[in-house]
């Protein structure tokens, strides 16, 4: 019984650790899904995650907090999508700009906020729920009951998506988009508007990643304290074979790595060793699946709008 009560707590502590990964892996695959690359989601948990932090320290309601996240996560997607569509930059310089901008805007901030640089003060973070009936089932009740709101929020925003993206008209279409643009633009369809919308929803999700992240268990906000989840998340992605189920079980396997690593570090292991264990999960797991990987046709490709071409080729 004591391995099950054990194995039950290190499977609660993997839940807990996937769910930032998990967002932030949502966010790259509907943006991707549509044919924008957002590599920028590391920047846009950070920038998010001091939003989230802010919102809930003058307010005191973390899910006050959590909406900050979600519009900030949302505003650096309507940079993106702004540069990277309309005016067809390159997607990677673009994200690059954003992980670039995300911790030096929270640093900057910090400082004159709150007269640190390093951590914010503590603030109210989401309460643990508790399910009936199922909470005072020894090992079942550890592993599905007691976690923060925003972690069963999760779940519901994969599933929603999943649904979305492989059941309706606007999620084919997004798919679509990211396949062939050109052919959805015969139909009559804005390709231009339905990419836009898949990146601000993408961004949404890496906002709500980065409330998360300070919301559901640190409950304060500490400049880099992503530690490379956004690019975790990039990869578990590709990993996941940009679908929302298959990402979620990718970052389960980063989140059980993570966990692993804090048992490690409990039993004497050197930090630099198991730091990187999540990282080399993650190098394994595309090495595996690199074989079978096939991202959409046009992720990444430019679709020339006509603002963004010179004026002598629009008079043509």
């Not at 997607?91 to 007269?115: C, E, K, Q, T």
């Not at 550890?142 to 979305?164: H, K, N, R």
Request: hydrophobic share 50%.
């Amino acid at each position: 019984m004591d391995f099950w009560i054990s194995f039950a707590n290190f499977f609660a502590s993997a839940i807990r650790l996937t769910a930032p990964i998990a967002l932030g892996t949502l966010a790259c695959t509907i943006s991707e899904r549509a044919g924008v690359i957002n590599i920028g989601i590391e920047g846009t948990m950070l920038f998010s995650g001091f939003c989230a932090a802010v919102g809930t320290y003058y307010i005191g309601s973390p899910w006050v907090g959590l909406l900050c996240g979600c519009m900030a996560g949302a505003l650096l997607a309507v940079i993106l999508g702004l540069l990277a569509i309309y005016c067809n930059g390159q997607h990677i310089v673009i994200g690059i700009g954003l992980n670039l901008f995300g911790p030096g805007f929270a640093y900057m901030m910090m400082r004159s906020l709150w007269d640190t640089t390093g951590i914010s003060p503590w603030i109210a973070g989401f309460q643990t729920l508790t399910i009936p009936g199922i909470a005072s089932i020894p090992v079942l009740g550890t592993m599905l009951s007691g976690y923060p709101a925003c972690v069963y929020l999760g779940f519901l925003a994969v599933a929603i998506m999943q649904y979305l993206l492989k059941k309706t008209a606007w999620g084919l279409r997004v798919c679509a988009v990211g396949e062939n643009p050109a052919a959805v633009a015969t139909l009559g369809i804005n390709v231009y508007h339905l990419r836009m919308q898949a990146v601000v929803l993408g961004g949404v999700f890496a906002g709500m990643a980065g409330a998360v992240m300070c919301l559901s268990s640190a409950n304060v906000f500490v400049n880099d304290m992503s530690a490379g989840t956004g690019f975790m998340a990039f990869a578990a992605n590709q990993f996941g074979q940009w679908s929302p189920v298959g990402g979620y079980f990718a970052t389960l396997l980063f989140g059980v790595m993570s966990a692993l690593r804090m048992r490690l570090q409990s039993f004497g292991v050197a930090t630099q060793l198991t730091q990187m264990m999540p990282y080399l999960a993650a190098l394994i797991g595309i090495k595996l699946t690199g074989m079978r990987m096939r991202a959409p046709a046009a992720n990444g490709a430019p679709y020339a709008h006509p603002l963004s071409m010179p004026c002598k080729q629009r008079g043509k």
